[in-house]
Nanobody, 123 residues
């Protein structure tokens, strides 16, 4: 059993930065691929970034490439999403999801997920 809890969201101005954290419970967390999805009001949930177990690979969506980075610290059972140069269009609820398959594109395919953390970027 794995549980994930997101934190780090908040209100930031355009051009600012935030770092989201996804804290996982359970020794098996390091064997899971972890993804960050985001959902803006009125839009579908979209994959923003993902990281494979043992950091064998990472994925960054084109919409955030060059601005977002994903990393993990398996000693702390935590995955991070560093978000720089934030834009108003980054405003969304960000969800951390975990699965033992790599690069699943749809949120419902993941085994475990958190409640989300709100990121609001103001102009």
């Amino acid at each position: 059993q794995v549980q994930v809890v997101e934190s780090g969201g908040g209100l930031v101005q355009t051009g600012g930065s935030l770092r989201l954290s996804c804290a996982g419970s359970g020794r098996a967390f390091s064997t899971y691929a972890v993804a960050w999805f985001r959902q803006a009001p009125g839009k579908e949930r979209e994959l923003a970034a993902a990281i494979k177990w043992a950091t064998e690979a990472t994925y960054i969506a084109d919409s955030v490439k060059g601005r977002f980075t994903i990393s993990r610290d398996d000693n702390k059972n935590t995955v991070y999403l560093q978000m720089n140069s934030l834009k108003t269009e980054d405003t969304a609820v960000y969800y951390c999801l975990a699965a033992q398959r790599w690069l699943l594109r749809r949120a419902h395919e993941y085994t475990y997920g958190g409640q989300g953390t709100q990121v609001t970027v103001s102009s």
